[in-house]
């Protein structure tokens, strides 16, 4: 019950920048992830897209307290921004008539509020700068640092991620607007194909759902957050386009209230796949929720994938 009002929550604030016509996962920010001034710790998962959006110029953020422990204080009447992180909790109890004591760890979703620097008042914090190597460089890093990346096969006339055959399909570099264009699409189908059962083995890629169903629309969000993590690290603009934005933010408003699960789980997934692509899933082992140990993975997967599963396509969102 607790952990359905903190889903509440933050499904509530992304509503409210749904309604003011912004998509969260669609917003370029400052190049660095939003990160805790104390700890240095990037914020990660739904995190990113509930302080990234506020429109700061500055990363760092902190608690009301670690302000005041700084030797500073939050300026009078500004508010702080949610965000949320999981706790185990350890519940001991009988089983086979009192004989066995059983340890269940429980994931406990928690949340607090945090402040941009920008609204204290004699905190210090250091200077940062963004990178200073070419951007288009740096994707093309990223790229190459994929290292169990599908073949990418240049010169198809759309963008594709297919499942059965584990490749990406993608146009040549010339047809795209731009560079950062060409990235932010090749980017998504990045984050689809680490699904793939020998990857991350992702229910939403592996079990063949198709257009329209509610799995392909989850995968097609994933996908989405995915781009743009990996956008935001490589320091491009993130342009993903919708033909519809009014009737792509309606569809989102509308699952969004049906599933106050969804922004939480599919940014999860994101992040995890965003981890697997920089080959770091294991660097912030010990600050990520420990809740994930305790869930099974996708053990049902069936073995035979068909080569007709269908093509993940870029910009073929079920809204």
Excluded at 52 to 78: C, I, M, R
Excluded at 123 to 151: F, M, Q
Aim: glycine share 8%.
């Amino acid at each position: 019950m607790k952990n359905d009002i903190v889903y509440q929550m933050v499904t509530k604030n992304i509503i409210e920048m749904l309604n003011e016509g912004k998509i969260p996962w669609h917003q370029s920010w400052t190049g660095i992830a939003p990160m805790n001034l104390i700890t240095g710790f990037p914020y990660r998962g739904v995190n990113v897209w509930l302080l990234g959006p506020k429109g700061y110029s500055n990363p760092y953020w902190l608690t009301f307290k670690q302000a005041l422990d700084k030797g500073g204080h939050v300026k009078k009447g500004e508010k702080g921004t949610l965000i949320v992180f999981w706790k185990t909790h350890d519940i001991k109890h009988d089983e086979d008539s009192g004989t066995v004591e059983v340890t269940e760890t429980i994931p406990l979703l928690r949340y607090y509020k945090v402040f941009n620097v920008e609204q204290t008042e004699d905190v210090e914090y250091p200077s940062w700068e963004k990178a200073d190597n070419d951007p288009i460089e740096r994707c093309e890093d990223l790229v190459k640092g994929y290292s169990t990346c599908p073949e990418i096969k240049p010169d198809l006339s759309k963008a594709y991620y297919s499942p059965g055959e584990d490749y990406i399909g993608i146009p040549p570099i010339t047809q795209f607007e731009s560079s950062e264009k060409y990235y932010s699409v090749l980017f998504h189908e990045m984050t689809h194909s680490t699904g793939h059962k020998t990857r991350l083995n992702r229910e939403g890629i592996t079990d063949g759902h198709f257009f329209g169903s509610t799995e392909y629309s989850r995968e097609e969000l994933v996908a989405e957050m995915g781009a743009s993590f990996l956008c935001n690290i490589s320091g491009i603009a993130n342009t993903a386009v919708t033909k519809n934005n009014a009737g792509y933010i309606q569809g989102w408003l509308e699952r969004l209230k049906e599933d106050k699960r969804l922004i939480i789980q599919a940014s999860s997934k994101a992040q995890k796949s965003t981890d697997y692509i920089l080959g770091i899933e294991h660097k912030y082992k010990e600050k990520q929720n420990e809740h994930t140990k305790h869930k099974p993975n996708n053990s049902g997967f069936k073995e035979t994938v068909s080569a007709k599963q269908p093509c993940f396509l870029e910009n073929d969102i079920a809204a």
